[in-house]
């Protein structure tokens, strides 16, 4: 049997790379009997089939880390991109993907791309909060070339989910870091100044200078189900989790308690309002999730 890595899945095919070239593969039924599902990232074992580049899936290696939107399995890290015009930041959609990659234990970096399209105060405010929330975040610009080679060497030697919501640049970037890629980019819709999805799959692409990238399709939800009590969600925001700890009482949740060392750092700036801001939004709806 072969070893390869899946990097692709379509209508039940899975296109495994080994030293022989690209395979396409079907899974075994015992897979389906086992309520398995093969993912983009696996590393597999694949019986070849008589038929030229064809197989079966037979084994799938024990995962190192994995997502669920987007599914994807050993990613090392996730670059989450939002854009600073067309369309606009969307703050909340960012802190929920940061919320996902904290969860999956896998490094982060933000990448806030379009910043020829604003001026400096406008993107300082937003670097400033993600800073002080303890992420590494790259500048970008495709029409510029602002901050590529920097986000070049932060994928490279690294399997890494490049995430966020349509048309924030996405497949842009990627095509600027590897030409070769070409991947399709979309239009901003100038009714709604988002995005028109482009990536219709995840898709596994080797970079030329070492490491590989997973394109995904854009999302506009993450559900939070998978923290089961608002007590934990400090575990998801490093700097609501590292003030925490000087908090009078150890189960706050930092909304109304008396001594609460993160509402005051809110005050002072030391943690971001829209920060803040997103977290109670979050306790709330993992709330309402308790209740059903």
């Not at 095919?13 to 983009?40: H, M, S």
């Not at 001026?119 to 590529?148: H, P, Q, W």
């Not at 095509?175 to 898709?203: D, F, M, V």
Request: one cysteine or more; a neutral charge; proline letters at 3%.
């Amino acid at each position: 049997m072969l070893e390869g890595v899946i990097t692709k899945g379509v209508g039940g095919f899975y296109y495994v790379k080994t030293d022989r070239g690209v395979y396409e593969c079907r899974a075994r039924g015992a897979f389906r009997e086992k309520n398995i599902t093969p993912l983009v990232g696996d590393r597999v074992l694949i019986r070849e089939s008589d038929s030229n580049k064809t197989g079966y899936v037979e084994e799938i290696f024990e995962r190192k880390t994995q997502l669920k939107r987007p599914p994807v399995a050993n990613v090392s890290q996730a670059v989450i991109v939002a854009s600073i015009k067309n369309p606009d930041p969307n703050l909340w959609l960012l802190d929920r993907f940061l919320v996902l990659a904290e969860g999956v234990g896998i490094n982060i970096v933000i990448v806030i791309n379009k910043v020829d399209l604003v001026d400096t105060n406008t993107i300082d405010s937003i670097c400033k909060t993600y800073e002080k929330a303890r992420y590494k975040v790259i500048l970008t610009s495709s029409m510029t070339d602002e901050g590529i080679d920097e986000l070049k060497e932060v994928l490279k030697d690294n399997v890494t989910v490049f995430a966020g919501p349509s048309g924030v640049g996405k497949s842009s970037l990627l095509n600027k870091i590897q030409k070769k890629l070409e991947l399709k980019t979309g239009e901003i819709s100038n009714k709604t100044k988002r995005g028109k999805h482009t990536t219709r799959h995840t898709e596994l692409l080797e970079l030329e200078f070492g490491g590989y990238v997973l394109d995904t399709p854009g999302f506009s939800s993450l559900n939070l189900d998978f923290i089961e009590k608002e007590e934990d969600l400090k575990y998801y925001f490093k700097e609501i989790e590292e003030y925490s700890t000087q908090c009078k009482f150890s189960s706050c949740l930092h909304i109304s308690e008396p001594g609460c060392q993160v509402r005051e750092k809110v005050e002072s700036g030391e943690i971001g309002k829209t920060r803040y801001e997103n977290y109670l939004s979050f306790i709330n709806e993992i709330k309402s999730n308790r209740r059903y």
